[in-house]
């Protein structure tokens, strides 16, 4: 069965960075595209970074564009995001995701709170 697994959050200071990683099992990993979502609390999820089967293609969120940096291992099953000059306003469970077979597994999530 798809397996994902988060880790790498924790507390860090504003302008800190942390690097987020999901390991990812049961599928075909080099043929999906892999994403990385946030929810903080009392908010919806939203879209963070997306990166192609390949990882020839990156997308992201407005409120992280030139921050963060999504990449992927198909050698190692992996997908990460390199968080950088993090704000408080960043906080939040951040959660790995793939679609497949149309439909979406996501990863327990992992918390990252970025102290003013």
């Known amino acids: 069965q798809v397996q994902l697994v988060e880790s790498g959050g924790g507390l860090v200071q504003t302008g800190g960075s942390l690097r987020l990683s999901c390991v990812a099992s049961?599928?075909?990993?080099?043929?999906?595209?892999m994403r990385w979502y946030r929810q903080a609390s009392g908010q919806e999820r939203e879209l963070v970074a997306t990166?192609?089967?390949?990882?020839?293609?990156?997308n992201y969120a407005d409120s992280v564009k030139g921050r963060f940096t999504i990449s992927r291992d198909n050698a190692k099953n992996t997908v990460a995001l390199q968080m950088n000059s993090l704000k408080p306003e960043d906080t939040a469970v951040y959660y790995c995701?793939?679609?497949?077979?149309?439909?979406?597994?996501w990863g327990q999530g992992t918390q990252v709170t970025v102290s003013s």
């Open positions: 990166i192609t089967s390949t990882g020839g293609g990156t």
């Open positions: 995701n793939v679609i497949w077979r149309v439909k979406n597994y």
């Open positions: 049961g599928f075909t990993f080099s043929s999906y595209t």
